[in-house]
């Protein structure tokens, strides 16, 4: 088959590749003129993928990948491209109050004045809101060239019927006999690092419009995928993405919740939830300063965002997880008697271990937290290119030490070394990651979120939790 896969981006690209692997004769397009040159010289513009330069290498050399900035006739459309979320304001001043709601509301540090005394700017923050500017443009530019009995898939993640709703509806108003075209929404479900193993491996939903629909689209997705096709309607295609993201979203959100608890009783809740996943049907995830990414971060938002009065638990896991960077900066002026401290190493801008993906990472909202309230901050992150340098540089002449991100390179730290260049030898720990022993024992003041300040224990290989 001919296939058009809109969107070349983390997602897009390796479909486009794993597509024309298989044999089909893909034509890859993106806006992005920067994107579109450099695959057209054979230079990637996705790193840190396992697999993928070698196969992005076959398939572009053997012509079964082409890209272009405009789509061309095929049989099969996927549309791969971005949907963030964006303040309601910003998108629709009536959706607004229509899903404004009073849990949605950053917690933590509201009033938490910085070194030289002086309060945020003002907290309040308004619902969000899915972008789909991205996809009714992406559907406007395929319009021209689609024809009776063409597949247009939506791999992009959205709000339950969008797919109907906006991509059909697009379609219908540039003059498309949409009755003729066949639909569905195939939502992705990878890990970013592992994408083209994921996309092969993993299990496929895929939901049409109608039972037709499904049944195409699935027998289009068996000629790459390995893993089960399982076909669906396509609502339920989109609420199901949206559901496993909301799912880790409130337990970490409970995690987090669990590790305040922890805090105000002197109790580590890293050892409590090892102890509580021992439990055959209890698994945790891990509380931490915030959520990240593209995906857990977001989805949660465009189910309240189309059930606002029915999903109470679900925006009160957000207003949690968002509150979790200014609860970070309370732990902080804690551990320094009170009063945030001037200046501040921060550890990780990633969103999690050992990846250089930062999208939606909670280190930006505690670094910009930080810098509203005049505290001078140095980042660094091994794996994102703007924040790798000399850890030496980022220590030096600060305060305290903000661990944000559990990379397996500040494992390493050597205490000593670190308590020579970090003046007020402040250690807060966010991740539950740094054994806290050895930085006492070289003179570091140390708290952890989800235990408070530990307290330094004679003889201990760990330092207890003290009540913060
Ligand atoms: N990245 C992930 O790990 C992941 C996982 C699951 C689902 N998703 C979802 O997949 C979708 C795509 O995400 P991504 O991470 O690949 O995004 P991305 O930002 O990496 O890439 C999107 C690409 O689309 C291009 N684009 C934007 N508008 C376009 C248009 N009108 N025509 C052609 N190209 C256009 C952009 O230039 C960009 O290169 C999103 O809905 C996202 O939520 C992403």
Same mark, same amino acid.
């Given at each position: 088959?001919?296939?058009?896969?809109?969107?070349?981006?983390?997602?897009?690209?390796?479909?486009?590749?794993?597509?024309?692997?298989?044999?089909h004769? %893909?034509?890859?397009?993106?806006?992005?003129?920067?994107?579109?040159?450099?695959?057209?010289?054979?230079?990637?513009?996705?790193?840190?993928e396992?697999?993928?330069?070698?196969?992005?290498?076959?398939?572009?050399?053997?012509?079964?990948?082409?890209?272009?900035?405009?789509?061309e006739?095929?049989?099969?459309?996927?549309? !791969?491209?971005?949907?963030?979320?964006?303040?309601?304001?910003?998108?629709?001043? !009536?959706?607004?109050?229509?899903?404004?709601?009073?849990?949605?509301?950053?917690?933590? @540090?509201?009033?938490?004045?910085?070194?030289?005394?002086?309060?945020?700017?003002?907290?309040?923050?308004?619902?969000?809101?899915?972008? $789909?500017?991205?996809?009714?443009?992406? %559907?406007?530019?395929?319009?021209?060239?689609?024809?009776p009995?063409?597949?247009?898939?939506?791999?992009?993640?959205?709000?339950?019927?969008?797919t109907?709703?906006?991509?059909?509806?697009?379609?219908?108003?540039?003059?498309?006999?949409?009755?003729?075209?066949?639909?569905?929404?195939?939502?992705?479900? %990878? =890990?970013?690092?592992?994408?083209?193993?994921?996309?092969?491996?993993?299990?496929?939903?895929?939901?049409?419009?109608?039972?037709?629909?499904?049944? $195409?689209?699935?027998?289009?997705?068996?000629?790459?995928?390995?893993?089960?096709?399982?076909?669906?309607?396509?609502?339920?295609?989109?609420?199901?993405?949206?559901?496993?993201?909301?799912?880790?979203?409130?337990?970490?959100?409970?995690?987090?919740?669990?590790?305040?608890?922890?805090?105000?009783?002197?109790?580590?809740?890293?050892?409590?939830?090892?102890?509580?996943?021992?439990?055959?049907?209890?698994?945790?995830?891990?509380?931490?300063?915030?959520?990240?990414?593209?995906?857990?971060?977001?989805?949660?938002?465009?189910? !309240?965002?189309?059930?606002?009065?029915?999903?109470?638990?679900i925006?009160?896991?957000?207003m949690?997880?968002?509150?979790?960077?200014?609860?970070? =900066?309370?732990?902080?002026?804690?551990?320094?008697?009170?009063?945030?401290?001037?200046?501040?190493?921060? $550890?990780?801008?990633?969103?999690?271990?050992?990846v250089?993906?930062?999208?939606?990472?909670?280190?930006?909202?505690?670094?910009?937290?930080?810098?509203?309230?005049?505290?001078?901050?140095?980042?660094?992150?091994?794996?994102v290119?703007?924040?790798?340098?000399? $850890?030496?540089?980022v220590?030096?002449?600060?305060?305290?030490?903000?661990?944000?991100?559990?990379?397996?390179?500040?494992?390493? =730290?050597?205490?000593?070394?670190?308590?020579?260049?970090?003046?007020?030898? =402040?250690?807060?720990?966010?991740r539950?990651?740094?054994?806290?022993?050895?930085?006492?024992?070289?003179?570091?003041? %140390?708290?952890?979120?989800? @235990?408070?300040?530990?307290?330094?224990?004679?003889?201990?290989?760990?330092?207890?939790?003290?009540?913060?």
């Amino acid at each position: 088959m001919r296939v058009c896969v809109i969107g070349l981006g983390y997602v897009g690209f390796p479909t486009a590749c794993l597509v024309a692997r298989a044999g089909h004769e %893909v034509i890859g397009v993106d806006v992005n003129r920067s994107v579109i040159d450099r695959l057209a010289q054979g230079r990637l513009h996705i790193v840190n993928e396992d697999g993928l330069a070698e196969l992005a290498e076959a398939v572009l050399r053997s012509g079964r990948l082409r890209v272009a900035t405009v789509p061309e006739p095929v049989d099969v459309f996927i549309i !791969a491209v971005p949907t963030p979320f964006r303040p309601a304001q910003a998108v629709d001043e !009536a959706a607004a109050t229509s899903t404004s709601s009073p849990l949605d509301r950053p917690q933590g @540090a509201a009033g938490l004045p910085g070194p030289d005394g002086r309060g945020p700017a003002g907290p309040s923050e308004p619902p969000f809101l899915a972008d $789909l500017s991205f996809v009714e443009a992406a %559907v406007r530019g395929l319009a021209p060239h689609v024809k009776p009995g063409n597949l247009v898939i939506l791999e992009s993640t959205v709000p339950p019927r969008t797919t109907e709703d906006v991509v059909r509806a697009t379609l219908e108003r540039e003059g498309v006999d949409v009755a003729r075209v066949r639909f569905a929404h195939a939502p992705e479900r %990878v =890990l970013p690092g592992n994408v083209v193993r994921e996309l092969v491996d993993n299990d496929r939903i895929v939901g049409g419009l109608t039972p037709e629909d499904t049944r $195409l689209a699935c027998e289009f997705y068996r000629t790459f995928v390995r893993g089960e096709v399982v076909g669906t309607d396509a609502a339920t295609a989109e609420l199901v993405k949206l559901m496993e993201n909301t799912f880790r979203d409130v337990n970490i959100a409970l995690a987090n919740e669990f590790a305040k608890v922890g805090e105000v009783l002197g109790i580590d809740v890293w050892e409590a939830i090892r102890l509580a996943n021992r439990h055959p049907r209890v698994n945790f995830l891990r509380p931490g300063p915030g959520v990240g990414g593209h995906c857990i971060a977001v989805d949660p938002y465009f189910i !309240a965002e189309v059930a606002p009065t029915v999903t109470p638990l679900i925006q009160t896991a957000r207003m949690v997880n968002r509150g979790m960077p200014g609860h970070a =900066l309370e732990l902080l002026a804690d551990l320094a008697g009170g009063r945030l401290p001037g200046r501040v190493a921060v $550890l990780g801008a990633a969103y999690k271990a050992d990846v250089g993906d930062d999208r939606e990472s909670p280190s930006y909202e505690v670094i910009r937290l930080l810098e509203e309230r005049a505290v001078k901050v140095a980042v660094h992150d091994p794996h994102v290119e703007r924040f790798r340098k000399p $850890l030496e540089e980022v220590l030096a002449g600060a305060e305290a030490i903000l661990l944000l991100t559990d990379h397996r390179a500040y494992r390493s =730290l050597d205490p000593c070394a670190a308590g020579r260049l970090v003046a007020r030898r =402040l250690l807060l720990d966010t991740r539950g990651f740094l054994e806290a022993a050895p930085w006492q024992a070289a003179g570091f003041r %140390v708290a952890r979120l989800g @235990a408070g300040i530990l307290e330094v224990s004679p003889g201990n290989s760990e330092g207890r939790a003290g009540s913060g």
